[in-house]
């Protein structure tokens, strides 16, 4: 175990909280496109045929390249989704992304 | 144009403008977290925290962050390490709001506003510190790839445990996650922070990181300074710099805090590097140092800081110098 439980016990309780500010099925949804993204793994699920997550995968890559949501992709996502939840999505991608540097780089399970 | 304004005028920074998340009050941010940042914004010179009226409105998330952000923060890896990576990341996302605040707190790291500007050219910058290169090489790795490469990593474990590499990897991850969502939000430095208040002495508009105030050294050359000279040539840690006016050709004495470590002295500087006699002595390269009685040329001179200069400063030594620039030369018998 290379993380310290300082660090473990604080992180697993911010990753339960990002959890129940989003749907699991969004959640779930943003987080396998964020690790597609970043282990470019291809990205095995059919197009969605909800225009909600065709934008909330745009947003998710919008989010693994540029580091933010164009304000273009923002206004388009308001109406399916509130301001919290977005701010969550931004936090939960980033989240997603720290663990992938911990696991490329460490032997952290 | 000062260093901050110079970084705030790089094509780099990308936010929403308009913001796209207006910051919280009373109402949404709950009255605890209200209540903390008003009475915490003041200290920092502004009228309120984006960071906490933005992410606040997350009640469950905001607090659930707090603590594992702390963490982060005060890893194992130090607050030099830890601001030098913070640095970096935000640059590398083009995050204006983290990068700004940065740039300041990391005095209290003892990064002088030089090293930043190095952060800024990337790990091939002369001047940095080899741990500091292989950190800066580690950052920009992880920002293109999410991962280090096992010859960067090789270098790292150099100077770093296990534990502290998995810390970097952190370090690195949670301030891009915060730079992601406040560069989302459209967050922007609150006017005034750190160019008012109590923390506003952490940059200076003349980029001299200088701890005194600028009346001091008037009043030193006058007075403090006719005494110091009968004492300073023969008791360490005080020593006399003998310097050449860069225009007036005239020699001066200026009596300074040294100590030698091997060939090289190093000079604390807690009036910042634009004193006359450190310009003098930049400007020729040379001069010379009267320390334990004896007068000594020095070459070689350039200014750095405690976390850059790190080998040459005996460790007890290392909190005292960390807040000012350093001069270092070398000395020739």
Same mark, same amino acid.
């Given at each position: 175990m290379t993380v310290p439980r300082r660090i473990l016990r604080p992180w697993h309780k911010f990753d339960a909280s990002l959890r129940r500010a989003l749907p699991t099925a969004t959640l779930d949804l943003a987080l396998r496109? @964020?690790?597609?993204?970043?282990?470019? @793994?291809?990205?095995?699920d059919p197009p969605p045929n909800d225009p909600a997550e065709a934008l909330l995968l745009e947003a998710v890559d919008a989010l693994c390249t540029t580091r933010m949501i164009p304000p273009l992709l923002w206004t388009a996502l308001l109406p399916h989704y509130t301001p919290t939840q977005l701010t969550a999505l931004c936090l939960a991608v980033g989240d997603r992304a720290t663990t992938t540097m911990l696991t490329t780089t460490t032997n952290f399970p | 144009m000062d260093a901050v304004a110079r970084f705030a005028a790089s094509p780099r920074w990308e936010h929403a403008d308009p913001p796209t998340i207006s910051p919280g009050g009373l109402r949404a941010l709950g009255l605890r977290t209200w209540l903390a940042i008003r009475l915490l914004a003041p200290l920092f010179g502004s009228d309120g925290i984006r960071l906490a009226d933005l992410t606040g409105r997350n009640k469950a998330v905001f607090h659930a962050y707090l603590p594992f952000g702390r963490a982060v923060i005060t890893s194992g890896l130090g607050r030099a390490v830890t601001e030098l990576v913070t640095l970096r990341t935000a640059w590398n996302c083009g995050a204006w709001y983290e990068f700004s605040h940065h740039?300041?707190? #990391? $005095?209290? =790291? =003892?990064? #002088?506003?030089?090293?930043? %500007? $190095?952060?800024? %050219?990337? /790990?091939? !910058?002369?001047?940095?510190? /080899?741990?500091q290169r292989a950190l800066l090489q580690a950052v920009d790795e992880l920002h293109a790839t999410r991962s280090v490469t096992p010859a960067t990593l090789t270098e790292l474990r150099a100077f770093l445990s296990e534990t502290n590499v998995a810390e970097l990897c952190l370090l690195v991850g949670h301030y891009e996650m915060l730079a992601m969502f406040l560069k989302t939000a459209g967050a922007v430095p609150e006017p005034g922070a750190f160019t008012r208040g109590p923390l506003s002495w952490l940059r200076r508009p003349d980029d001299s990181d200088r701890l005194a105030p600028t009346s001091l050294p008037g009043l030193n050359r006058k007075v403090f300074n006719r005494l110091q000279i009968l004492y300073? /040539? &023969?008791?360490? /840690? &005080? !020593?006399?710099?003998?310097? $050449? =006016? $860069?225009?007036? =050709?005239r020699t001066y004495r200026t009596p300074v805090l040294a100590f030698r470590t091997g060939p090289q002295v190093v000079i604390a500087l807690p009036y910042g590097d634009k004193s006359d006699w450190v310009r003098n002595l930049l400007h020729t390269d040379r001069g010379g140092i009267e320390r334990l009685g004896r007068l000594h040329r020095i070459t070689k001179i350039h200014i750095t800081d405690t976390p850059t200069a790190a080998d040459l400063i005996p460790k007890p030594l290392r909190p005292l110098l960390r807040l000012t620039k350093l001069l270092v030369a070398e000395v020739k018998p």
């Open positions: 496109r @964020t690790t597609a993204n970043l282990t470019s @793994t291809p990205w095995q | 740039v300041h707190l #990391s $005095r209290l =790291g =003892g990064l #002088s506003i030089d090293t930043v %500007e $190095r952060v800024t %050219e990337g /790990p091939s !910058a002369p001047g940095l510190h /080899p741990h300073a /040539p &023969f008791v360490p /840690p &005080f !020593a006399v710099v003998v310097h $050449r =006016g $860069r225009k007036s =050709g």
